[in-house]
C-alpha cells in the first residue's frame, strides 16, 4: 500500500513553476511574447488595418483552406459558443458526438438553440465509431448540425475527424469541429475533414497565448447562418459581425485585441517557418516517448487503447491509493513540473501531461516521465524511474 504523504499545506507560498506540460495554457515560445510587446496600433490606421488582412490570409494558408480566416477577439470557448449561437436555427435537429468533456458540454450551448438533439455518447475514454454517425444518419436524416471535438482534452483522446466529416457531407449536414488542442500539433486541416466550422487557437499547440480563435467557415456554414432567424449580431456571440472584418476595406464591430492579434502572427510565423510536417512529427515523438516511459513505469494510460491517445496530451489513470492533486502537488514541489488533472467527469481519474508548442520536444518526455516518477515515488508508491527514463530514451533514439 501506498504511504501517504502530505506534499505541501494548502497555505504555504507557491513558488512560479519551471517547466509547464499542462493541457493548456501552455507555454508561449520567446518570439511570441516579444511579438506581444510590440507597440499597440490604432486598429483604423491603414498599416494596421493591411496587417490584419494579411494575418487573416496567412492564417488560412497555415490551416490550408483558402478563404481568409475569421478572428475572433477572445479564447475559443466563447468562440464555440458563438458558433452554436450563430448556426443552430430553431428548425435545426443537431447531433452531438460526446467522447469527453467538451463533447458533452456542447450539447449544453446546442440546447439553447435547437429544435432537438441526438447524441452519441461514449465513455470517455473511447473515440466515437464512425459506423455508429452512419447509422444516427439512417435512423434520424433529418439531421442538419453535427458536433464533433477532434481532441477531447480531458480524455487526452482523439476522434476520428476525417471519416466522420465525410459522413456529414454526404449527408448533406453541417460539421462543426472543434481543434482548439489539435490543430498545428497534428494533421487536421478544415477541408480534410470536410468542417463547415472549424474551430482552434494560438494557445495550444501553436504555443502562444489564449487570447483570441482563429476559425475557419464554410459558405455553406454562411449560407445557414444568414437564414437563420435568431442568428445573434452586435454582440460577441455573433459570427456574422466578423465575417468580412479580415478586409482592410471593412469597419471592426469592435476594437480587436491588438497585442494578441500581434501574438498570433508571430505563432503563425513561427509554425509555416518550421513546417507543419515538422511540428507534427515532433509533437508525435514526445507523445510516444512519454507514454512508453509511462508504461515502462507500471502506470496505465487513461485511454482504452494507444491508436485514440492524443500526440498533443497524454492521459495517466491515476494510481489506485493516491490522489491525483498529491501527485501533481509532489511534482511541482520537488521538479518545478507542472501536470494537468481531469475536468468534471474525469477529474479525480486521471493527470494529463501536455506536448504542445515549445514542450513538444522530445527532451521534455524524459522531463515528464521523471517528475512523474518522482512524485510517486516521493508519495510512497514504489516506481522505477530509470526503467521509464530508459523507455523514453529508446523512442526518442529511433526518432
Known amino acids: 500500500m501506498a504511504k501517504k504523504t502530505t506534499v505541501r499545506s494548502k497555505n504555504a507560498a507557491l513558488k512560479e513553476p519551471v517547466i509547464t506540460l499542462s493541457a493548456g495554457p501552455v507555454a508561449a515560445y520567446p518570439r511570441i511574447l516579444q511579438a506581444m510587446a510590440r507597440p499597440l496600433q490604432y486598429d483604423y490606421d491603414p498599416w494596421f488595418q493591411q496587417f490584419y488582412e494579411d494575418l487573416a490570409k496567412k492564417a488560412a494558408k497555415a490551416m490550408r483552406t483558402r478563404a481568409p480566416a475569421l478572428i475572433l477577439q477572445c479564447e475559443p470557448a466563447p468562440a464555440i459558443e458563438a458558433t452554436a449561437a450563430s ?24 440546447a439553447r438553440y435547437h429544435k432537438e438533439m441526438v447524441e452519441i455518447e461514449v465513455p470517455f475514454n473511447e473515440s466515437i465509431d464512425p459506423a455508429a454517425v452512419k447509422a444516427a444518419f439512417k435512423k434520424r436524416p433529418d439531421i442538419k448540425v453535427v458536433s464533433l471535438v477532434h481532441h477531447d482534452t480531458p480524455s487526452g483522446t482523439i476522434n476520428p475527424a476525417k471519416e466522420i466529416g465525410r459522413i456529414v457531407r454526404d449527408h448533406d449536414a453541417l460539421l462543426i469541429v472543434d481543434a482548439v488542442s489539435s490543430f498545428s500539433g497534428m494533421d487536421i486541416h478544415p477541408d480534410d475533414c470536410f468542417a463547415d466550422v ?12 489564449p487570447g483570441v480563435t482563429v476559425m475557419a467557415v464554410s459558405d ?11 442568428a445573434p449580431f452586435a454582440s460577441i456571440l455573433s459570427l456574422s459581425d466578423w465575417k468580412d472584418a479580415w478586409s482592410k476595406e471593412k469597419p471592426f464591430p469592435f476594437t480587436p485585441s491588438i497585442a494578441d492579434i500581434n501574438g498570433l502572427d508571430a505563432a503563425l510565423d513561427h509554425y509555416l517557418e518550421e513546417g ?10 514526445t507523445a510516444r516517448a512519454t507514454r512508453a516511459g509511462i508504461k515502462a513505469m507500471g502506470l496505465s494510460l487513461w485511454a482504452r487503447s494507444e491508436a485514440i491517445a ?12 493516491l490522489k491525483d492533486s498529491d501527485i501533481i502537488a509532489a511534482s511541482r514541489e520537488s521538479f518545478g513540473v507542472v501536470f ?31 517528475a512523474f516518477g518522482g512524485a510517486l515515488r516521493k508519495l510512497g508508491k514504489k516506481i522505477d524511474v530509470g526503467a521509464g527514463v530508459e523507455a523514453a530514451l529508446a523512442v526518442i533514439a529511433k526518432g
Open 276 to 285: 507543419a510536417e515538422n511540428v507534427w512529427h515532433r509533437h508525435a515523438l
Open 198 to 209: 472549424f474551430i482552434t487557437g494560438p494557445g495550444k499547440c501553436l504555443g502562444g497565448a
Open 220 to 230: 455553406r456554414a454562411w449560407k445557414h447562418i444568414k437564414k437563420n432567424p435568431k
Open 310 to 321: 492524443s500526440p498533443t496530451c497524454t492521459a495517466v489513470t491515476v494510481p489506485a491509493g
Open 340 to 370: 494537468s488533472s481531469g475536468r468534471d467527469q474525469t477529474k479525480g481519474k486521471l493527470i494529463r501531461i501536455g506536448h504542445m508548442g515549445p514542450v513538444a520536444e522530445p527532451v521534455y518526455a524524459t522531463v515528464a516521465v521523471t
Open 87 to 110: 448556426l443552430i436555427s430553431p428548425s435545426d435537429v443537431v447531433l452531438n458526438l460526446a467522447s469527453g468533456v467538451y463533447g458533452k458540454g456542447f450539447g449544453y450551448w446546442s
